[in-house]
Structure formats: C-alpha cells, structure tokens
C-alpha cells in the first residue's frame, strides 16, 4: 500500500508499537481477518539493508564506523537513539538504556526468557506489607487461573523451551518443547544446586539453537534463532494475514471525539500524516505509551489522554539486577550454551518477596564493561573518573581476566510500584524520569544477595551490584496499570483505558506489581487475552462517533 492510500484507509485496528505485546495482539487480530496496520517509531530490520545484526552496537561502531554517526548506529541495530533524562535528586543527565527501538521492539534485544508469573503474584499485598508508601493493590484484576490458558497458547507460540520448575504445582499445564542438554559446567552447577538443597531448572527459552547459536542478548541475532517479536508474530502478520507496517513512523499525538481516539497525527518518513482507526491501541513500551499520553494532551484532557486518575507516568518500576560471577571447575567453551540454570528458591523467603535468579548468559565485550565501569566512576567523582579514562585499556584487561571461564547469574528482584518513582516530560517534551529506591527495597535487597553468596560461597561469587544503577531500565513496567477503579488505575481488567471506548495498552505499562521474574511471557498471554476481547467486540462493534469511519 501506498502512504495515500494507509491515510484514506478507515483500520480495524492500529498497534502502536510492535514489540511482544503489540505483534502478539496484531498477529491475533490478523490471523481473525481484521484490517491490521502496525505503526513503528524505529526501522523495519526485515527488509532493509542496513539493519546491523550480530553484535553489539558500540562494537560494529568502533570496528566499521564509515562516517556514520553513533545516533544512526543504534537505529541500524534496533536500539533506542534518543536519550532519556535522569533526575536523581536535584541533578539531571542523560542516558541511553538498552530498550528496543524498531520493528520486534525490546523484543529483539532480549535475553529469550519466558517465565510465568507465579499466583503469588497476582496477590502482591500478601508479602509486602513493609513497603507502607507503595501504592501495592491487593490483587491484580484478573487472576493466574484467568491467564493460564493464555499462557499455555504463548508457549506454544513462541516455542518455549524449559524443563519443569519443582516449586510450580504438578497440575500446571505448561506447553514447552525440550531444551539442548545442560553444558558440562552448568551439569556441575546444577548439581551442587540440588546437593544445597534448591530446585534447579532448565530456564524457559523462547530460542530456536540453530547450529552455531550464540544466544544473542543485547542485539539482534544474525541466524534469526532468536524467538522475538519478529519471527513469531510481525512477519507471518504481514506476509500471510495481510497486516501492513508503517516503519519509521512516529505517533506524535492522538486527538479524540466524546470517548473515542479518532485520529493519529505522525510523523512518517519525515512528513507529517493522518491516521485513522476503529480500535487503537498502544504497545509502545513503559516509557513510549505514558509519553504519548501525556503528549496527547488537550482541552478536554488537560493532563493527559486518559490521565483522569493522575496514574499515567506514575509508579514505574524497574527490576533490580545483581551479577554474580562463577568459575566451575568443568571450565565453559566458547562453543558452549550458558543460558540454562534458574532457580526460585528465594522467590518468596522470610515473609518478603525477593525474586529470582538465572544465568544471564554471555555478558557484553570486556571493552563495553569497561567503558560502563569509568561511566559509573566518572558519576561519583569527575577526577577518579578522568583517572580512570587513561587506565581504561588496563581496567579492560582486568575485566576480560575476571570473566575467562566462568559462568555469570542474575538475580532479578522484585521493585515495588512508588508513585513518586514516574516519567514526566520536561518542557522541551523529551521523557524525564525521576527514580529512586526506597528504604525497604534496599533492605530485600541485602537480604537477596546475603542468601545468595551463601549459597554459592563454594564458587566465591563475585557480586557486581547493578541494582542501584537507575539507567539499566531493566524490565521497565506500570506506568500505565491496570485495576478495579479508574480513581487509581488507568486501565481496566482488559486493558481498555478506563475513560475511552476505542484505547487499549498491551505492553509491559499495564502490571500494577512487577513481579520477581522475567516479563515477556505475561505481556504476550496477557496480549493473546485483549486479543480474544477485542475480537468479541468487532463481532458486534459499537460505533464511535461517526466522523471515525469518513
């Protein structure tokens, strides 16, 4: 189709955003017969020829840079290019977190984890009555035996690849295909787990192991193994359900009649275009889809699209990474797959929820780490930082010697939804966020690293403590979630905005709690849920305004 004829044409349904939730929902819509359109802020890495695959950015930058600026660089390889700003305090800076930008979303840069939630989840108040400022509901929604089946369809989806976790009930139904055999140090590993006592498992895998799989995290894969947002859902919508991509489109806004969005203003390829839908909905990520809202704002919405509640931007969460280094005595090939152990013995533990831990796979080039590490020093102190950035070949020296064969685990904890802890915009309306830990974060989160090298102080773990580091943006969710009331939530228990009848978010912004694991596999059931809704309702639509449908 022609850019004219996207603009005339009246869609069933428009997916801002083609990540995990918003190609999984498009995908379902299309395979229905619905008249899809996918709108894309980034580059559509199918089918161009500049799309930059297999590495990291910052390493096919230094190695083959042409003239090309490092902002391009990042577009070309599927991350976010516009800085975010930081506030911490009454300081402000700029960052670049590691968040998806272009067709797959986040998506492609994942680690191809697919876990489910577990039901205590979905009771968050139980194990957080310590976390008094944060606004915990007692209950999601919708309940773990609500999405279950989703879960299930997801699985099968997105190819998971798992053993059984022992702590999960024996009557779960779990639709997951066999994984590889573990390496020879991860055998070891997971004996000395089960010898400690814990309940090792394969970690779900959304990932194909093609030969040679290097299991791609951080960038996207070359051999295209990898089970993102892409492969599953966005190229069999286009190629064989007749969805169509807008790429490099940006929503800049949505304008609305009485309680429907009627219209998209973009900036699509550098000219500025109209859209039109019957159903719009939003799948932006955390950060984009609050952006957008708040962007929309208007006469009759003068906070925001859908911000009747004051909840849009508002208690953003982040899980909190820690990194612990082993060496096994069954030393890792590089040939070797490491992304295979995960445990949840410490998911709930003391009375308080902690999360989980999992090998994080191959981490990035000494080089990339290095340059973090002077970063992180250069925040603290700007002359320990100058001294460091004329011993940086030396600083990476030390990291590639401290990595040589050893396995990497992550924990990943729980956050807490603050609703001080939020994305605003700035005047120049660039996203800011203003983050922080509270008090009783910090405490769990001594807790989760006391039991940890416990468990591990045969190995002596070496603990690189990343949680405090505010611009990972790890796993980022809530600033859009969903619940009972729209006094305190934005969305309802179908994710439709409370306040319009043709709004939807899909992405990870609807979670009211975090969780302790990996998101990916919730967004995506959850996505396959809305679908099945939505396609109740255009069964037997009700009509918004009917200037929507000239």
């Given at each position: 189709?022609?850019?004219?004829?996207?603009q005339?044409c009246?869609?069933?349904?428009?997916?801002?955003?083609?990540?995990?939730?918003?190609a999984?929902?498009g995908y379902?819509l299309?395979?229905?017969?619905m008249?899809?359109?996918?709108?894309e802020?980034g580059?559509?890495?199918l089918?161009?020829?500049?799309a930059?695959?297999?590495d990291w950015?910052?390493t096919?930058?230094?190695?083959?840079?042409?003239?090309?600026?490092?902002?391009?660089?990042?577009?070309?390889?599927?991350?976010l290019?516009?800085?975010?700003?930081?506030?911490?305090?009454i300081?402000?800076?700029a960052?670049l977190p590691i968040?998806?930008?272009?067709t797959?979303?986040?998506?492609?840069?994942?680690?191809?984890v697919?876990?489910?939630f577990?039901?205590?989840?979905?009771?968050?108040a139980k194990?957080?009555?310590?976390?008094?400022?944060a606004?915990?509901?007692e209950?999601?929604?919708?309940?773990?035996?609500?999405?279950?089946?989703?879960?299930?369809?997801?699985?099968?989806?997105?190819?998971v690849?798992?053993?059984r976790?022992?702590l999960?009930p024996?009557?779960?139904?779990r639709?997951?295909?066999?994984p590889?055999?573990?390496s020879?140090a991860?055998?070891?590993?997971?004996e000395?787990?089960?010898a400690?006592?814990?309940n090792?498992?394969?970690?779900?895998?959304?990932?194909?192991?093609?030969?040679?799989?290097?299991?791609c995290?951080?960038?996207?894969?070359?051999?295209?193994?990898?089970g993102?947002?892409?492969n599953?859902?966005?190229?069999?919508?286009?190629?064989?359900?007749g969805?169509?991509?807008?790429?490099n489109?940006?929503?800049?806004?949505?304008?609305t009649?009485?309680?429907?969005?009627?219209?998209l203003?973009?900036?699509?390829?550098g000219?500025?275009?109209t859209?039109?839908?019957?159903?719009?909905?939003?799948?932006?990520?955390a950060?984009?889809?609050?952006a957008?809202?708040?962007?929309?704002?208007?006469?009759?919405?003068?906070?925001?699209?859908a911000?009747?509640?004051?909840?849009?931007?508002?208690n953003?969460?982040?899980h909190?990474?820690?990194?612990?280094?082993?060496?096994?005595?069954?030393?890792?090939?590089?040939s070797?797959?490491?992304?295979?152990?995960?445990?949840?013995?410490?998911?709930i533990?003391?009375g308080?929820k902690?999360?989980?831990v999992q090998?994080?796979?191959?981490?990035?080039?000494?080089?990339?780490?290095?340059?973090s590490m002077?970063e992180?020093i250069?925040?603290?102190?700007?002359v320990l930082?100058?001294?460091a950035?004329?011993?940086?070949?030396?600083i990476?020296?030390a990291?590639?010697a401290?990595?040589?064969k050893?396995?990497v685990?992550?924990?990943?904890m729980?956050?807490?939804?603050?609703?001080d802890?939020r994305?605003?915009?700035g005047?120049?309306g660039?996203?800011?966020i203003?983050?922080?830990?509270h008090?009783n974060?910090?405490?769990?989160?001594?807790?989760?690293?006391?039991?940890?090298?416990?468990?591990l102080?045969?190995y002596?773990?070496k603990?690189?403590?990343?949680?405090?580091?505010?611009s990972?943006?790890?796993?980022?969710?809530g600033?859009c979630?969903?619940?009972?009331?729209?006094?305190?939530?934005?969305?309802d228990?179908?994710?439709?905005?409370?306040?319009?009848?043709?709004?939807y978010?899909v992405?990870?912004?609807?979670f009211?709690?975090?969780?302790?694991t990996n998101?990916?596999?919730?967004?995506?059931?959850?996505?396959?849920?809305?679908?099945?809704h939505?396609l109740?309702?255009?069964?037997?639509?009700?009509p918004?305004?009917?200037?929507?449908?000239?």
């Amino acid at each position: 189709m022609t850019p004219a004829e996207i603009q005339a044409c009246q869609w069933d349904a428009i997916i801002v955003g083609t990540g995990i939730g918003g190609a999984t929902l498009g995908y379902s819509l299309a395979q229905s017969g619905m008249k899809v359109l996918f709108c894309e802020k980034g580059m559509d890495h199918l089918s161009t020829s500049t799309a930059l695959t297999g590495d990291w950015t910052e390493t096919l930058f230094e190695r083959e840079c042409e003239g090309d600026s490092y902002a391009n660089y990042l577009k070309r390889s599927g991350r976010l290019s516009d800085p975010i700003f930081e506030l911490s305090g009454i300081t402000s800076r700029a960052v670049l977190p590691i968040l998806g930008e272009g067709t797959g979303g986040s998506s492609t840069l994942y680690g191809m984890v697919m876990e489910r939630f577990f039901p205590s989840d979905f009771e968050p108040a139980k194990y957080a009555k310590a976390a008094t400022q944060a606004q915990i509901p007692e209950r999601w929604p919708i309940t773990m035996e609500e999405l279950e089946p989703y879960y299930s369809e997801a699985e099968a989806l997105y190819r998971v690849k798992a053993t059984r976790d022992p702590l999960r009930p024996d009557t779960e139904c779990r639709s997951i295909l066999s994984p590889p055999s573990y390496s020879p140090a991860n055998s070891e590993l997971f004996e000395y787990l089960s010898a400690q006592g814990c309940n090792p498992y394969h970690v779900p895998m959304a990932c194909d192991y093609k030969p040679g799989c290097r299991e791609c995290i951080g960038f996207i894969c070359e051999k295209r193994c990898k089970g993102d947002s892409v492969n599953i859902c966005l190229e069999p919508a286009l190629r064989e359900h007749g969805a169509v991509l807008a790429d490099n489109c940006d929503v800049l806004k949505l304008t609305t009649e009485n309680t429907c969005v009627t219209t998209l203003h973009c900036r699509w390829n550098g000219a500025d275009v109209t859209l039109r839908g019957n159903t719009i909905i939003l799948a932006a990520g955390a950060i984009g889809t609050p952006a957008l809202l708040l962007r929309s704002a208007s006469k009759a919405w003068p906070h925001g699209l859908a911000n009747g509640s004051d909840q849009v931007g508002r208690n953003l969460m982040r899980h909190l990474f820690d990194y612990y280094v082993v060496k096994p005595r069954k030393s890792p090939h590089e040939s070797d797959l490491v992304k295979q152990l995960a445990w949840n013995d410490f998911y709930i533990s003391d009375g308080v929820k902690l999360g989980t831990v999992q090998s994080n796979g191959n981490l990035p080039p000494p080089r990339i780490i290095a340059r973090s590490m002077k970063e992180d020093i250069s925040r603290h102190s700007s002359v320990l930082g100058f001294i460091a950035s004329k011993f940086l070949p030396v600083i990476e020296q030390a990291v590639k010697a401290s990595l040589k064969k050893t396995i990497v685990f992550a924990s990943i904890m729980e956050d807490y939804p603050y609703p001080d802890n939020r994305l605003t915009l700035g005047t120049d309306g660039k996203v800011v966020i203003n983050y922080s830990i509270h008090e009783n974060d910090k405490e769990r989160l001594e807790l989760f690293r006391d039991k940890i090298k416990k468990l591990l102080k045969k190995y002596h773990p070496k603990l690189n403590q990343a949680a405090q580091k505010n611009s990972l943006l790890g796993h980022v969710c809530g600033t859009c979630r969903f619940g009972e009331s729209p006094k305190d939530s934005v969305l309802d228990r179908y994710n439709k905005a409370h306040e319009l009848d043709n709004l939807y978010v899909v992405d990870s912004s609807f979670f009211p709690t975090s969780s302790g694991t990996n998101p990916s596999l919730t967004i995506a059931a959850n996505a396959l849920r809305v679908a099945e809704h939505i396609l109740k309702k255009h069964t037997n639509p009700t009509p918004c305004p009917t200037t929507l449908y000239k």
